[in-house]
């Protein structure tokens, strides 16, 4: 799954820190998330569009072809 | 200097760090007395190396953050399990202690179950790709030791040694950190 997160957090001026903490999780979370490396349950999702005031599929996108 | 290398280095991480190598020494040390039998001297230099280790090299290694206090526990936990596991197999061995052998291998048993109970409430306190690595650690552990012990056992029937179960735990600790890293590494 990919994901638009660290391009979200840049244009707020966010850390990994700062969004860790307003989704209460710890800043590797947010970073293995950033690079792929790990997908989120459907409830942190679910917190991370809160906090962007987005929709999840705004945020997150299936991998090419494994949809 | 960014936040991050500031946070490795400061006072808080470095007594982190030398209580994590002071277990680790102790853990080695306790692993090589098992093995030579010689009762105490690795142990104690596995403690003092383990802990100037700590001081001084771990904090080049990016660390999950865990929650305040949940690692203190977990570490003070497996320092009183560790500590009368071997005490014990030290005491089984000594004639002052004959008397009290009928009810000695039970004393790890109570520090045991604190360091479960440890165990368990740290692996609730973290956030989900902590539990995962810590559950995906744990069974890599769990598989390692497996197999090294049924091969050692076997080893053990074909007459080459005689099996000491004493290393098994020692296994199942060394599998889990090597775990550990594993899946540290595949999240990093």
């Known amino acids: 799954?990919?994901?638009?997160l660290k391009v979200l957090r840049a244009e707020r001026d966010q850390s990994q820190a700062i969004l860790a903490e307003l989704a209460g999780v710890s800043r590797q979370t947010i970073n293995a998330i950033e690079k792929g490396k790990y997908d989120p349950s459907l409830s942190l999702a679910f917190k991370l569009a809160e906090i962007f005031e987005l929709q999840i599929e705004e945020i997150f996108t299936?991998?090419?072809?494994?949809n | 200097m960014d936040k991050q290398t500031l946070k490795r280095r400061s006072p808080e991480t470095k007594r982190r760090?030398?209580?994590?190598?002071?277990?680790?020494?102790l853990m080695l040390g306790g692993l090589v007395d098992t093995i030579?039998?010689?009762v105490g001297l690795w142990t104690i230099l596995g403690m003092v190396l383990g802990s100037l280790l700590g001081y001084t090299g771990l904090e080049h290694i990016n660390w999950m953050e865990y929650p305040k206090g949940v690692l203190a526990r977990v570490i003070a936990a497996w320092i009183l399990f560790f500590a009368?596991?071997?005490?014990?197999?030290y005491a089984l061995g000594q004639e002052t202690f004959r008397s009290l052998q009928p009810i000695l291998p039970f004393a790890p048993l109570l520090p045991g179950f604190l360091f479960l109970y440890a165990t368990g409430q740290a692996l609730s306190r973290l956030d989900e790709l902590q539990s995962r690595i810590q559950i995906e650690a744990i069974a890599i552990g769990f598989g390692i030791t497996a197999m090294i012990a049924l091969t050692y056992g076997m080893l053990g029937l074909t007459g080459v040694h005689q099996p000491n179960w004493m290393l098994v735990p020692v296994i199942m600790v060394f599998s889990w950190l090597a775990g550990k890293f594993?899946?540290?590494w595949k999240y990093r």
């Open chain 1, 1 to 4: 799954m990919k994901n638009k």
């Open chain 1, 62 to 66: 299936p991998d090419d072809g494994k």
């Open chain 2, 17 to 25: 760090n030398t209580a994590i190598g002071f277990v680790l020494g």
């Open chain 2, 36 to 38: 030579t039998g010689d």
């Open chain 2, 84 to 89: 009368t596991f071997f005490g014990t197999y």
């Open chain 2, 182 to 184: 594993w899946t540290r």
